[in-house]
């Protein structure tokens, strides 16, 4: 049996901090990112988040340390085994020797024992009948860039429970939003049935583009001369390839358009929009050319007629 609180190499008096501060350095050690191919210590690494995911959490260290490697078992009932253990005998914590105490008669404690009383047996002597238990959920979150929540993607998902870790391949469906629900069936906690995997998707802010609902927003940069002689510029950017937009001469900063059908798609319901606004860029300082021809061409506009505040 493996001594938790050696994985993590802290004492059984560590404090909260110690042992936070000794997990984050474990990982960091061990983590896989930092060690590929290293069998080792990927193994290292699962043992000390194991470890961590007990001795982080007040409620479950309490149980390990009264109740030693048992308190792990899924589905475990604290005051039903310190009820057994007072009609017992008891058992001591982990790093005392034997599980269990031999009380020296016919009646020595078994695992059995301590498990059917625990989890719905009717203890010694009584006829046991199996008990179906549903396995815990496991809920948790994933990240996914905007662009792979618009277009679907597989993404790789650990766990690890009870020192045992898989990997699972979570299939994140095409248009998915932030905040969205993934189900994964029997994939949670051990019982009959097995528990669900229960995910929820945050999806990742854009550094261009956002969505609304069913539609996307972009905003997208333009040149002054592009603006002001409007008609069409090319490699306009969409989620779906890139598109020819056509501006109007004398586009102003802000003008927004819409390209229908180019927002989010899922299969089955309505195509959203894409609502591009323009984003006009002045060249920099120093065209003294370009400051005549504004002169000209706009010094005596009175641009702020009719505002008030």
């Known amino acids: 049996m493996k001594d938790l609180y050696k994985s993590l190499g802290v004492s059984r008096t560590a404090n909260p901090a110690e042992i936070k501060k000794a997990y984050r350095k474990l990982t960091r050690q061990y983590h896989p990112d930092r060690n590929p191919g290293d069998a080792e210590a990927e193994e ?38 310190r009820a057994y253990k007072s009609r017992r005998g008891g058992f001591s914590p982990p790093g005392g020797g034997a599980v269990f105490d031999d009380l020296g008669d016919a009646r020595a404690t078994s695992f059995e024992d301590l498990i059917t009383a625990m989890f719905g047996g009717g203890g010694q002597g009584a006829t046991r009948r199996p008990v179906n238990r549903r396995g815990a959920n496991i809920k948790g979150d994933i990240s996914v860039s905007l662009m792979d929540a618009l277009h679907g993607v597989s993404v790789p998902l650990r766990i690890d429970q009870a020192g045992q870790g898989r990997t699972l391949d979570v299939k994140v469906p095409q248009g998915m939003p932030d905040g969205g629900k993934l189900r994964l069936r029997g994939q949670g906690g051990p019982g009959q049935p097995s528990g669900d995997v229960i995910l929820t998707v945050r999806v990742k802010n854009h550094d261009h583009l956002r969505r609304e609902g069913r539609d996307l927003h972009l905003r997208l940069p333009v040149s002054a001369y592009e603006a002001y002689r409007g008609g069409p510029i090319e490699d306009v950017p969409t989620p779906w390839g890139p598109v020819t937009l056509k501006l109007p001469a004398g586009a102003q900063n802000g003008l927004k358009m819409r390209l229908r059908g180019k927002g989010v798609q899922v299969p089955g319901r309505d195509t959203g929009d894409l609502y591009v606004t323009l984003d006009v860029r002045l060249p920099g300082a120093g065209h003294e050319g370009l400051l005549e021809a ?6 005596r506009e009175q641009v702020r007629t009719g505002m008030h505040l």
Do not use: I, M, P
């Not at 988040?49 to 308190?71: H, I, M, P, Q, W």
């Not at 504004?294 to 010094?299: D, K, M, P, T, V």
């Open 44 to 81: 290292r690494f699962k043992d000390v988040s194991t470890a961590y995911e007990v001795l982080g959490n007040d409620d479950k260290r309490s149980a390990y340390d009264e109740f030693g490697e048992v308190s792990l078992t899924q589905g475990f009932d604290a005051d039903k085994a």
């Open 294 to 299: 504004l002169e000209q061409a706009q010094g």
